[in-house]
C-alpha cells in the first residue's frame, strides 16, 4: 500500500494564525476545501506516493538532516497567482529558504533514495488555496486579494513531515532545526 507524503515549512505564531484565518476567508468566501485541508505552510517536498515503510526511514534521516542546519528567516509580502486555479502568498525573502531546500533535496538524494529528484524548480510560496477554486470566483477573489496588503517575516526553527490520512493531511513528525 502507498501513501501521500509531504514535507513543509509551517509558519510560527503569530504568522500562523494570521495566515489560516485568510485560508479560512478563502474557504468561507468560495467553498473551497483545498483551502482548509492543510494548515498554512511552504512546500518543501511535493506530496508524493510511498510505501509505509518510508515514513520510519524518512523520520530517521529528515532528523538527522536537521541536526546539521541552522535557523533562517523567511519573508512574507503580498498576494499572488498560479494561473487561476492556486492564491498563494509571496516569499519575499527567499534565499535561505532555496539554500536550505537545496541542501534538504541533497541530503535526501544521498540518504533517502526513496524521494525522486523533483524535476520541476523550487518556487517557495505559501499556498492559501488551490485547485478546487470555482472559475466564476477567481476574478473577484483576484480582486479582493490584489487590493489586501500583507507582510510578516519569522525565523524557521523547525519543519514538517505529513502523511495524507485518506481525508486530510496529519503532521508526523516535526524536525528542530539547529540552534547555532
Given at each position: 500500500m502507498t501513501t501521500l507524503y509531504l514535507i513543509a515549512l509551517l509558519p510560527p505564531e503569530p504568522?500562523?494564525?494570521?495566515?489560516?484565518?485568510?485560508?479560512?476567508?478563502?474557504?468561507?468566501?468560495?467553498?473551497?476545501?483545498?483551502?482548509?485541508?492543510?494548515p498554512p505552510h511552504i512546500t518543501l517536498l511535493p506530496p508524493q506516493r510511498q510505501t509505509d515503510e518510508f515514513e520510519a526511514a524518512c523520520t530517521t534521516a529528515l532528523a538527522a538532516f536537521a541536526a546539521t542546519q541552522p535557523r533562517f528567516r523567511v519573508?512574507?509580502?503580498?498576494?499572488?497567482?498560479?494561473g487561476d486555479?492556486?492564491?498563494f502568498i509571496h516569499v519575499s525573502e527567499h534565499a535561505a529558504l532555496q539554500v536550505f531546500q537545496a541542501a534538504l533535496m541533497a541530503w535526501c538524494v544521498a540518504h533517502l533514495s526513496l524521494v525522486p529528484v523533483e524535476s520541476r524548480p523550487f518556487t517557495p510560496h505559501l499556498t492559501m488555496a488551490t485547485r478546487d477554486l470555482p472559475?466564476?470566483?477567481?476574478?473577484?477573489?483576484?480582486?479582493?486579494?490584489?487590493?489586501?496588503?500583507?507582510?510578516?517575516?519569522?525565523?524557521?526553527?523547525?519543519?514538517t513531515l505529513f502523511r495524507h490520512d485518506g481525508h486530510q493531511w496529519q503532521a508526523r513528525a516535526t524536525f528542530e532545526l539547529s540552534a547555532v
Open positions: 504568522v500562523f494564525s494570521q495566515t489560516w484565518a485568510l485560508k479560512q476567508e478563502v474557504h468561507q468566501l468560495t467553498g473551497s476545501r483545498n483551502a482548509v485541508r492543510l519573508g512574507l509580502e503580498g498576494f499572488a497567482w498560479f486555479r492556486t492564491l472559475p466564476a470566483q477567481v476574478p473577484a477573489l483576484r480582486q479582493l486579494f490584489a487590493a489586501r496588503p500583507y507582510e510578516a517575516s519569522f525565523l524557521v526553527r523547525n519543519f
